[in-house]
């Protein structure tokens, strides 16, 4: 199957496919770089018991293709995967996978932090997360995508 390196998806996320689509079959990376998240047991002092994520898909996956772009201009040589799932999930499920390829491990991990940190500065995907004795909806992107000082702020996350 050919999966999309920038994906919305409604089911469970496989990571083995998202590295897929960034491994180079001629050997040019010498690293893969991850990040999978899932989603925690407990925050904010309280039990969570799951997630409801909802995303407007058609400008998620821009939001996706301009990190994509943005990470391109700051390390050439990284190839990028995000894929993040919406619906209902579970504690311990996963909930976003990021891969990133480079030559070489310091682009591969700044460019994979990165994106991770621009996904919650601009794509539009919202979370309602579920505890014991009710539900609240974490703000999510808030970050105009052409600011920047926001952008400014991933660069010195992905690189600390």
Same mark, same amino acid.
């Given at each position: 199957m050919d999966e999309a390196r920038l994906a919305i998806v409604r089911?469970?996320?496989?990571?083995e496919a998202v590295l897929r689509q960034v491994v180079d079959p001629d050997g040019r990376h010498g690293a893969v770089?991850?990040?999978?998240g899932?989603?925690?047991?407990?925050? =904010?002092?309280?039990?969570?018991?799951?997630?409801?994520?909802? =995303?407007?898909?058609?400008? =998620?996956i821009?939001?996706?293709?301009?990190?994509?772009?943005?990470?391109?201009?700051e390390w050439p040589s990284v190839r990028?995967?995000?894929?993040?799932?919406?619906?209902?999930?579970?504690?311990?499920?996963?909930?976003?996978?990021?891969?990133?390829?480079? =030559?070489?491990r310091a682009e591969a991990f700044a460019a994979c932090r990165y994106a991770i940190e621009r996904i919650k500065q601009i794509a539009p995907i919202w979370k309602c997360e579920r505890f014991?004795?009710?539900?609240?909806?974490?703000e999510g992107a808030t970050v105009n995508p052409e600011d920047p000082e926001a952008r400014e702020e991933a660069?010195?996350?992905s690189c600390a």
């Open positions: 089911g469970p996320l496989e990571v770089v991850t990040f999978v899932t989603v925690r047991g407990h925050d =904010a002092g309280r039990r969570v018991t799951g997630l409801e994520y909802e =995303a407007y898909e058609p400008l =998620a821009h939001a996706f293709e301009r990190i994509t772009g943005e990470v391109t201009t990028l995967a995000i894929h993040h799932r919406i619906g209902s999930l579970q504690v311990g499920e996963v909930s976003v996978v990021l891969a990133a390829a480079s =030559a070489h014991e004795g009710g539900e609240v909806w974490v660069l010195r996350r």
